[in-house]
């Protein structure tokens, strides 16, 4: 029997919303998926746990700066297939931040935009839609304020 190794990268991606019940989204400026919207995230540099660079990604590209220990973990997204360059695995956290949060697009984001919470009106990047919908069902308290 042949073994076979695959490259495996690790990333983090963040749910942030607000109390008024909106959710920040970045627009794509590179392949894969370039123009299309999506939740901030990206690689986990080396020395560096998944709740920091969640919060270090939200920052680069949004603006926004959050505390490691207000994120709550979603989950861990792992499809061989959910990323076309290849064997990614994703740790996404949800984060609430304050309605007045101002966002600007930094390091790959082309945009941010705040959507509303019931309904985006976006299709969103990789499988992020299923992550966003995750973070409703498990913490709905937490993600959408009442």
Same mark, same amino acid.
């Given at each position: 029997?042949?073994?076979?190794?695959?490259?495996?990268?690790?990333?983090?991606? %963040? %749910?942030?919303?607000? #109390?008024?019940? *909106?959710?920040? /989204?970045?627009?794509?400026?590179?392949?894969?998926?370039?123009?299309?919207?999506?939740? #901030?995230?990206?690689?986990?540099?080396?020395?560096?746990?998944?709740?920091?660079?969640?919060? *270090?990604?939200?920052?680069?590209?949004?603006?926004?700066?959050?505390?490691?220990?207000?994120?709550?973990?979603? @989950?861990? =997204? !792992?499809?061989?297939? *959910?990323?076309?360059?290849?064997? =990614?695995?994703? +740790?996404?956290?949800?984060?609430?931040? $304050?309605?007045?949060?101002?966002?600007?697009?930094?390091?790959? &984001?082309?945009?941010?935009?705040?959507? $509303?919470?019931?309904?985006? @009106?976006?299709? /969103?990047?990789?499988?992020?839609?299923?992550?966003?919908? !995750? &973070? /409703? *069902?498990?913490? #709905?308290?937490? +993600?959408?304020?009442?």
């Amino acid at each position: 029997m042949t073994e076979v190794f695959e490259t495996i990268r690790f990333t983090a991606d %963040v %749910v942030a919303v607000t #109390p008024d019940r *909106r959710v920040l /989204l970045i627009e794509r400026g590179w392949a894969p998926f370039k123009g299309c919207w999506a939740l #901030p995230g990206g690689h986990v540099d080396p020395g560096e746990t998944s709740r920091e660079a969640a919060a *270090r990604e939200l920052l680069e590209e949004t603006g926004v700066q959050v505390a490691l220990e207000d994120l709550v973990l979603i @989950g861990v =997204y !792992d499809a061989p297939k *959910r990323d076309p360059r290849g064997r =990614y695995v994703t +740790v996404a956290y949800a984060v609430t931040v $304050p309605a007045e949060t101002t966002a600007y697009a930094g390091d790959d &984001a082309a945009a941010v935009r705040w959507v $509303p919470l019931e309904a985006p @009106g976006v299709d /969103l990047a990789f499988d992020h839609g299923r992550i966003f919908v !995750d &973070a /409703l *069902r498990q913490f #709905p308290s937490r +993600v959408v304020a009442s």
